[in-house]
């Protein structure tokens, strides 16, 4: 079929900076006449030419509410601005963090590569009619766009007139695999609709000793549960840990996608993954079944994982100083050493520790994966991760949550593959128990004040920074509150060099060093769709190994009530208690 370019008038639209997570707005927003069009046209233009005309790009996403009209506008779009070819997955269904492993990974049956990525998702956040809908765009090296881009992307959205799409083109059916041709003003456009795991199952193949996972699988002793909140992570999940690993298909919980995640909310923590936490013992009810040994969730779009062993959560803090410490013996893709290790500035100082026992260079980033991806592009690092449950390796650009799932797989199966037929498996508690014997224990817990008013949140941010100079002051307040807490010796907002490109972000959160290695952190998140959301991170250091068994939030008790009071996180919020404590 011959398709025309229509060249179609629009006015700009104000709206919110995209960054690492991309533009995020309720479905009603992006629903308006020319909106979405408005953000991708602004992309388009952003890119250089040859990233546009006669390029391969990826476009598909979580599979929430309206990702399948938004696919349909893309492929116009992108035919009308002289794209050559389009991959979809199948039913529009890619993981962000499977979307990257298809921009390095996949190659086409003549040969093609893509260079970029149109990603539909908002993450972690509700999704339906009334919900969440998001766009992201991602580079050539499988990472999110970085803030040259993006900052020229939303100029383009102030400013932007027209935007190309080729109007007649029918709608492709992206239900089935296949090839769908046209031609248009410049030649031939393809439109590629193919499965969704079988790339991404390919490169888990090649990290992980599968055969060794399926073995501690296969034992009678070991039980498993994942749940993907009906997020995309269940287009994957039969496929690799039913038919790959041997799991029993009553191992998955919610893996079938939905365009409203059943109605919940994908976030994989202790709130929200209300069925899993149950299942594994950590709920308010004293069920009779013994809980599986391992348990696992991810978010709506994958790249997030929580981890859970019986009756016990490893903070996401902890799972990746464990990932790292363990690395190079339990996963093969790191056989040969570990280049680096690295977290964002609010993430425990677990890595750290472990960084420093091993001999690893250790970086500390300003959140966002493209901090990181920076970093592995130069060689420089090979595990990371977020405390917000991000973690990943340099197999990919983005934080993977499948990859983190597999990883403590591996690590039990090293662990246990002389056990099987022992009287009893190592656990993931023993694991952890074991980690925080040899390195310490970093006491650490996040309290999230979600769609709290931007100007009540803004002014409390503004409040500290003014405070920061003054440690006698800080310190005034803080023996005020609570006369056992260590004095703070340092207060400052986080500012990073990039070791790669020079490039150096500040403003990225107010810190409260205290003289013991205990840390209180706040910082404002832009990964909601309205309001504001506070986060205040509470870390505590305990070497004294007699001293690592206490309750996490019972042995926080003391700095929590110290940064409420310090942030006068009540009085500028009116917030008596987090939306979510993790």
Not at 4 to 31: I, N
Not at 286 to 302: H, I, L, M, Q, R
């Amino acid at each position: 079929m011959v398709f025309e370019v229509s060249k179609v008038p629009t006015t700009p639209f104000d709206g919110q900076k995209p960054g690492t997570s991309g533009l995020r707005k309720k479905v009603k927003v992006f629903v308006q006449p020319h909106y979405l069009h408005n953000f991708v046209q602004s992309t388009f233009n952003a890119l250089t030419p040859e990233k546009v005309r006669g390029a391969t790009l990826v476009v598909s996403g979580d599979g929430r509410y309206f990702s399948k009209d938004a696919i349909q506008i893309i492929i116009k779009m992108s035919a009308a601005n002289g794209v050559r070819r389009v991959w979809v997955g199948q039913n529009g269904l890619l993981s962000t963090p499977a979307v990257s492993a298809v921009i390095r990974e996949r190659v086409g049956a003549d040969g093609s590569k893509a260079t970029g990525a149109f990603i539909l998702t908002a993450s972690h956040n509700p999704g339906g009619p009334n919900e969440d809908f998001g766009i992201k765009y991602n580079m050539e090296n499988g990472g999110p766009a970085p803030e040259a881009i993006t900052d020229k992307i939303f100029e383009n959205t102030k400013t932007i007139k027209e935007y190309l799409i080729a109007e007649g083109l029918p709608n492709v059916d992206i239900s089935v695999t296949g090839v769908t041709s046209f031609t248009g003003p410049e030649g031939p456009f393809d439109v590629e609709v193919f499965d969704s795991a079988t790339d991404y199952v390919k490169l888990m193949k090649s990290i992980f000793d599968f055969e060794l996972i399926r073995k501690l699988l296969s034992s009678p002793k070991f039980t498993f549960c994942y749940d993907a909140l009906h997020g995309v992570g269940g287009a994957y999940a039969n496929r690799t840990f039913v038919e790959e690993l041997g799991a029993k298909q009553s191992s998955l919980l919610n893996c079938i996608p939905k365009e409203d995640f059943g109605g919940g909310h994908p976030d994989p923590n202790l709130t929200y993954a209300k069925e899993l936490v149950e299942r594994m013992g950590l709920g308010k009810s004293n069920s009779e079944v013994e809980p599986p040994e391992f348990g696992a969730a991810s978010d709506g779009d994958a790249d997030r994982n929580m981890i859970l062993g019986k009756r016990f959560f490893v903070t996401p803090s902890d799972s990746v100083a464990i990932i790292a410490a363990n690395a190079v013996n339990a996963i093969p893709y790191f056989s040969s050493g570990l280049k680096g290790v690295a977290r964002s500035m609010p993430t425990s100082a677990a890595l750290d520790v472990v960084a420093k026992n091993l001999g690893l260079k250790f970086f500390e980033v300003p959140t966002g994966w493209k901090f990181f991806g920076n970093l592995m592009d130069a060689g420089m690092c090979s595990i990371c991760g977020e405390e917000s449950f991000g973690t990943g390796s340099d197999h990919i650009r983005e934080k993977d949550g499948i990859w983190a799932v597999l990883a403590w797989l591996s690590i039990l199966a090293y662990k246990n593959k002389e056990n099987l037929k022992g009287d009893k498996l190592v656990s993931v508690e023993d694991i952890v128990r074991q980690h925080w014997a040899t390195y310490g224990r970093h006491y650490y817990t996040r309290y999230d004040y979600e769609n709290v008013d931007a100007g009540g949140a803004k002014d409390l941010m503004a409040n500290m920074v003014k405070l920061m100079p003054s440690l006698d002051e800080i310190n005034k307040i803080v023996k005020g509150v609570r006369s056992d807490v260590s004095k703070v010796v340092k207060a400052d907002e986080f500012e990073y060099k990039d070791p790669v490109d020079g490039s150096v972000s500040k403003n990225q959160g107010i810190r409260f060093m205290f003289e013991d290695g205990s840390r209180l952190v706040f910082r404002l998140s832009g990964t909601g769709s309205e309001g504001a959301t506070i986060r205040l991170y509470i870390e505590q250091y305990e070497k004294d190994p007699s001293k690592t068994g206490r309750d996490s939030q019972e042995a926080l008790a003391p700095l929590v009530e110290v940064g409420l009071k310090l942030s006068k996180m009540q009085e500028f919020t009116g917030r008596s208690a987090p939306t979510v404590i993790t």
